[in-house]
């Protein structure tokens, strides 16, 4: 039980790798993304309950999230090419990541990803998103999305700026 939160943390990489592999939007697609989606919600939790919190732990959920969102990505991407305005969203979302990732490791000497309510919610929205695409026009429900992310990756700058959220 002490090692059954990081066994999830790990098995969502090895579900986004296998993500990779699939057609986007088939449903294998779907139960894979799905399964690392709440897979994501659950590690954390786990943890808790069980009493096997640990540095290592936090470090493999980031890993997790950013190999879930990597694969996730490549899978998503050639359906929103098109969309202009939703790509320099993102491109500028992703920057700013960047940006707010390199300076905590200049600054702090180590990797700092602030889990904050609101990289967890847009988290959550960018998760639920992709399942909106057969119901709803893409910009429809994508650029809010993109805004909410926007704010949520200027928060975490400002947290990592600030040092709030990164111990």
Do not use: W
């Given at each position: 039980m002490k090692h059954l939160a990081n066994i999830i943390t790990t098995s969502r990489i090895a579900a986004s790798a296998f993500l990779l592999f699939t057609k986007a939007f088939s449903p294998w697609f779907y139960v894979l993304y799905i399964?690392?989606?709440?897979?994501?919600?659950?590690?954390?939790?786990?943890?808790?309950?069980?009493?096997?919190?640990?540095?290592?732990?936090?470090?493999?959920?980031?890993?997790?999230?950013?190999?879930?969102?990597?694969?996730?990505?490549?899978?998503?991407?050639?359906?929103?090419i098109g969309e202009r305005l939703i790509l320099i969203f993102a491109c500028a979302i992703l920057a700013l990541k960047m940006i707010s990732i390199t300076c905590g490791a200049v600054k702090f000497k180590k990797l700092v990803m602030p889990h904050t309510v609101m990289n967890k919610v847009t988290g959550f929205l960018l998760f639920v998103l992709p399942l909106t695409f057969?119901?709803?026009?893409?910009?429809?429900?994508?650029?809010?999305?993109?805004?909410?992310?926007?704010?949520?990756?200027?928060?975490?700058?400002?947290?990592?700026?600030?040092?709030?959220?990164?111990d």
């Open positions: 399964y690392c989606g709440a897979s994501d919600m659950i590690d954390g939790t786990v943890a808790r309950r069980t009493n096997s919190q640990s540095a290592f732990g936090e470090k493999l959920d980031s890993i997790s999230d950013v190999c879930f969102f990597a694969a996730s990505a490549v899978k998503i991407f050639p359906f929103i057969r119901f709803a026009d893409i910009k429809l429900v994508a650029v809010p999305v993109c805004v909410f992310a926007a704010v949520s990756a200027a928060h975490e700058f400002y947290c990592v700026f600030t040092g709030r959220g990164t």
